[in-house]
């Protein structure tokens, strides 16, 4: 069945940085768009970034331009995000799924915690 298992989350302080990833298994990675949604206590899901099938076309919450970065390794079926300059406001559950924005399915990964914090 489709898995993902997403690792690479913590605490880190104002201003750092973490690279979260995404194993795929169950299914062919590279034919899947993937994307992350991160959801912060009490609020709702919100969609952070898509990556296309081939790796080169990719698209950001606003929130996140510029101090995020989102790739993929077909050939290891992972998914990444590098998160840089990160602030209090990014802290939340951070999940992948499969899909591009407003596609998005509803089976994600069960998620890796990141918290920024002083």
């Known amino acids: 069945q489709v898995q993902l298992v997403e690792s690479g989350g913590g605490m880190v302080q104002p201003g750092g940085s973490l690279r979260l990833s995404c194993v795929g298994s169950g299914f062919t990675f590279s034919s899947y768009d993937m994307s992350w949604v991160r959801q912060a206590p009490g609020k709702g899901p919100e969609w952070v970034s898509s990556?296309?099938?081939?790796?080169?076309?990719?698209y950001y919450a606003d929130s996140v331009k510029g101090r995020f970065t989102i790739s993929r390794d077909n050939a290891k079926n992972t998914l990444y995000l590098q998160m840089n300059s990160l602030k209090p406001e990014d802290t939340a559950l951070y999940s992948c799924?499969?899909?591009?924005?407003?596609?998005?399915?509803?089976?994600w990964g069960q998620g890796t915690q990141v918290t920024v914090s002083p």
């Open positions: 990556i296309n099938t081939g790796g080169r076309g990719t």
């Open positions: 799924a499969r899909g591009w924005v407003g596609t998005l399915e509803s089976n």
